[in-house]
């Protein structure tokens, strides 16, 4: 198992902004390709964002292209998912997520191809 830890989520107005951050002890995220999910009542999870090893290979979902950033610090072991206009509708328990992909130049926001999760950070976005 790999461990993974998010934090930064919380409660925000319309238009605001959160940075969620994911981070792991042991583990050098850096050889992994990470990805940020959701799960909203009732709804199935799915893939927000990812980003494959190399730092250029970044994927967004059109809903919140513009919006949300994902980036790594790799010195501080740690992805990030910056948060931008966050509208009610982004209120989700939001999950980052790793597998190894032997292309580095590539990831994916299907949630059954990560083997590793993290226990999942409530957004809520409310006025």
């Known amino acids: 198992q790999v461990p993974l830890v998010e934090s930064g989520g919380g409660w925000v107005q319309p238009g605001g902004s959160l940075r969620l951050s994911c981070t792991s002890s042991?583990?050098?995220?850096?050889?992994?390709?990470i990805g940020w999910f959701r799960e909203a009542p009732g709804k199935e999870r799915e893939g927000v964002s990812c980003?494959?090893?190399?730092?250029?290979?970044?994927y967004s979902i059109n809903s919140v292209k513009g919006r949300f950033t994902i980036s790594r610090d790799n010195a501080k072991n740690t992805v990030y998912l910056q948060m931008n206009n966050l509208q009610p509708e982004d209120t989700a328990v939001y999950y980052c997520a790793a597998y190894q992909d032997p292309d580095p130049n590539f990831c994916t926001v299907i949630v059954r191809g990560y083997d590793y999760w993290g226990q999942g950070n409530q957004v809520t976005v409310s006025s």
């Open positions: 042991g583990v050098t995220l850096a050889s992994y390709a």
């Open positions: 980003m494959g090893r190399s730092d250029s290979s970044t």
